[in-house]
């Protein structure tokens, strides 16, 4: 499970890209697929007036990655909102270490991933000015641990979450603001596809305050095709004080596959068992 503090529109989105590996074409074909274009558009808000279309309906979000003569060697990362470029981040090598740069619309050292493995898909660490993630692996390449530290002037926080697996089953304890009123725990399972645990295919976790309350649940399965995931479904329930749900969400996603490197997406989402929003959108992959 992901977590990460603000950064720079592309930037968060290449990171939250870098944790989840590219999906094998299958469990006979290890070659690794990397991203090169994706975008999505909304196309539908029940907060919209049908008189009057929202600014941001419609509007097209795009990444672009410029990938090197070897795909897994990225150099830059561009965001363009409705073709018009937001942000652009120049990427350097050096070893197993890429460094990121934003070199539009202003410059600035952004931070630096280690790589793991020579294939770039598993972080070993993430650094920037004030945080850091540490990776832990073990001997299969499974993830055991991961560690995160914040330095912000005089306010400093750490926290690990740690590991385990059973089968193909990963379960993991994630505490954050420990020992604080507002501390969280998060209790999480995941189960892969195969002994690959490259593909989950359903995953759950529960959210618990400081009192032991729940505050959230949330579960996501996944199906799949030959060419990647076909259909996701995620499913979360908000809980107030007196530990009854307010909130339920429903998301299901659809993709198409035209072949093994171009996918087609559409999404619905539902809060409380309403249609709240319609999103569309496609990636494009490169060996």
């Not at 999906?23 to 007036?49: F, H, L, M």
């Not at 600014?55 to 990938?67: F, P, Q, Y």
Request: glycine share 6%; with cysteine.
């Amino acid at each position: 499970m992901k977590r990460i503090t603000y950064l720079p529109l592309v930037l968060f989105a290449l990171l939250m890209g870098a944790c989840t590996p590219p999906e094998p074409d299958g469990p006979e074909d290890k070659k690794t697929k990397y991203i090169i274009e994706s975008a999505n558009w909304q196309t539908y808000s029940y907060n919209s007036d049908s008189e009057s279309e929202p600014e941001w309906l419609n509007k097209v979000s795009k990444t672009i990655s410029e990938r090197g003569e070897e795909a897994k060697y990225l150099k830059s990362i561009s965001y363009y909102r409705d073709e018009v470029l937001q942000e652009k981040v120049e990427v350097t090598t050096d070893g197993m270490t890429d460094h990121y740069k934003r070199v539009y619309p202003t410059t600035q050292e952004l931070n630096s991933i280690t790589w793991y493995d020579d294939a770039r898909t598993k972080e070993k660490e993430v650094k920037g000015d004030n945080y850091q993630y540490t990776y832990t692996y073990d001997i299969q390449d499974r993830l055991i641990s991961q560690k995160y530290s914040f330095q912000d002037g005089e306010h400093q926080s750490e926290s690990t979450e740690e590991y385990s697996y059973s089968g193909l089953t990963r379960y993991s304890i994630y505490i954050s603001n420990k020992g604080t009123d507002y501390e969280v725990t998060i209790y999480d399972t995941t189960t892969y596809v195969d002994n690959t645990f490259s593909q989950v295919k359903e995953s759950r976790n529960t959210r618990k305050n400081a009192a032991g309350k729940i505050l959230s649940k949330t579960s996501s399965k996944y199906e799949y095709g030959p060419y990647g995931v076909i259909k996701q479904e995620n499913q979360s329930e908000a809980y107030n004080y007196g530990g009854e749900p307010y909130e339920t969400v429903y998301a299901i996603n659809k993709s198409t596959w035209s072949d093994d490197l171009n996918m087609t997406w559409s999404e619905e989402v539902y809060r409380n068992g309403i249609l709240a929003t319609k999103s569309e959108g496609y990636s494009k992959y490169t060996y």
